[in-house]
C-alpha cells in the first residue's frame, strides 16, 4: 500500500500516535532530578576553563587562535635582574585574563594550542548567571576553578619520555651516562616524535612556573 493508502484509512495517524505513546510509556524513564540527584559526568567533560595563572607566559596563542575572540588578555613587562649576567631580563607579568563563557563557544582550541598548560577543563558547570555579563571570569575566577580539574590519566609507561624527563635522568646519570642513556632506549619505545604544541598529558595542571616566562 502507498504512502496515501496509508493515510486513507480512517483513524491510523491516531492509532499511530498512541502505539508511540504507549511503547514510551511502558520504558523505564531516564530523567535524572537534578538538582537533588548530581549528574555522574565522565572525568573530562568539558564544563568550564580553569587558568594556572603561574604557567602563562602571555604569549597570547590562545586569544588570537579563539574563534569567538572572547579571551581578552592584558600585560606589562618587568626587569628581571639575573646575578651574573651582563645585562638584565624581561618577564612578561600578567594584569588580565578574561574568558567570557556568554561567548564560548567550548571547542577547546585554547587548551589544545597553549604551549604552557595554562589553561584546562574541568567537568564543572554549575556556573549559570541571572545577569548576562557575569559570565565574564576573570583571572581570579578562573584560577580557583583549577581546584576542580582533573588529575592527569595515568603515564603511558611505554610512551616517550617527555624532554624534560629525558633531561633530567641525564643528568641525574652524569655528564658520561648521557650518551649511553641516548642509544639505550628500550626497542617498544616509540620512536616517532611528539607533538610540538599542547599540553603535556604526563604533567600535573598547576605544576610550578615555567621556566619559559622569563624572556
Ligand atoms: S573554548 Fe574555544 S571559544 Fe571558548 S575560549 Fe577557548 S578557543 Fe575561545
Ligand atoms: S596560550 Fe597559554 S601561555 Fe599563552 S597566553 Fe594563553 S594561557 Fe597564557
Known amino acids: 500500500m502507498?504512502?496515501?493508502g496509508d493515510r486513507d484509512v480512517p483513524g491510523k495517524g491516531l492509532l499511530?500516535?498512541?502505539a508511540v505513546t504507549f511503547k514510551t510509556m511502558t520504558k523505564r524513564s531516564t530523567t535524572q532530578q537534578y538538582p537533588d540527584v548530581q549528574p555522574d559526568l565522565?572525568?573530562?567533560s568539558r564544563g568550564v576553563?580553569?587558568?594556572s595563572e603561574e604557567n602563562c607566559t602571555v604569549c597570547m596563542l590562545c586569544a588570537?587562535?579563539?574563534p569567538d575572540?572572547?579571551?581578552y588578555i592584558d600585560s606589562h613587562k618587568e626587569e628581571v635582574v639575573v646575578p651574573g649576567a651582563a645585562r638584565s631580563r624581561q618577564?612578561?607579568?600578567l594584569d588580565k585574563f578574561d574568558i567570557d563563557f556568554a561567548l564560548c563557544m567550548y571547542c577547546g582550541i585554547c587548551i589544545e594550542v597553549c604551549p604552557f598548560d595554562a589553561l584546562h577543563w574541568t567537568p564543572e558547570f554549575e556556573y549559570a548567571e541571572t545577569d548576562v555579563l557575569s559570565l565574564l571570569h576573570d583571572k581570579n575566577r578562573l584560577g580557583e576553578w583549577m581546584r576542580t580539574v582533573p588529575p592527569p590519566p595515568a603515564h603511558d609507561v611505554l610512551g616517550e619520555p617527555s624532554k624534560e624527563e629525558a633531561t633530567a635522568a641525564r643528568k641525574a646519570a652524569g655528564p658520561g651516562a648521557a650518551t649511553a642513556a641516548k642509544t639505550s632506549r628500550p626497542s617498544s619505545v616509540r620512536t616517532t616524535s611528539p607533538p610540538t604544541a599542547g599540553p603535556a598529558p604526563d604533567r600535573a595542571p598547576g605544576s610550578g612556573a615555567n621556566p619559559e616566562r622569563e624572556q
Open 69 to 71: 575572540w572572547c579571551i
Open 64 to 66: 588570537r587562535e579563539c
Open 16 to 18: 499511530d500516535g498512541l
Open 49 to 51: 576553563i580553569a587558568l
Open 2 to 4: 502507498t504512502d496515501n
Open 91 to 93: 618577564r612578561n607579568v
Open 42 to 44: 565522565p572525568p573530562r
